[in-house]
Nanobody, 123 residues
Framework: QVQLQESGGGLVQAGDSLRLSCAAS????????GAWFRRAPGNEREFLAV????????KYADSVLGRFTISRDNAKNTMYLEMTNLKPEDTAIYYC????????????????WGQGTQVTVSS
């Protein structure tokens, strides 16, 4: 199975940009669709973006469309989330997730999760 580890979180100001990374190990990441989620204090986990195993397709939540960009480099077994024009309401723990490429990338649960990285946006 694949193991995931996020990095790149931190404290930024509103309007800043930040890039999160998700490093995969244990299995070739090219075998998995990848996604980003977040959980803000007191809120449910929120889907942000998904990218298919070969980077052919992506999908975004309306809340981040146009501000966040998901990408991946399978040669480096790494997935990214580029976040721009950050807002205080983007403050959350950000998680990457993965599921086998044979699964439906447009919906459904994910099998593998990272431990999360904190992003805090000050006003």
């Amino acid at each position: 199975q694949v193991q995931l580890q996020e990095s790149g979180g931190g404290l930024v100001q509103a309007g800043d940009s930040l890039r999160l990374s998700c490093a995969a190990s244990g299995r070739p990441f090219s075998n998995y669709h990848g996604a980003w989620f977040r959980r803000a204090p007191g809120n449910e986990r929120e889907f942000l973006a998904v990218i298919t195993s070969a980077s052919i397709s992506t999908k975004y939540a309306d809340s981040v469309l146009g501000r966040f960009t998901i990408s991946r480099d399978n040669a480096k077994n790494t997935m990214y989330l580029e976040m721009t024009n950050l807002k205080p309401e983007d403050t959350a723990i950000y998680y990457c997730a993965a599921k086998l490429f044979t699964r439906d990338w447009t919906k459904g649960e994910y099998d593998y999760w990272g431990q999360g990285t904190q992003v805090t946006v000050s006003s």
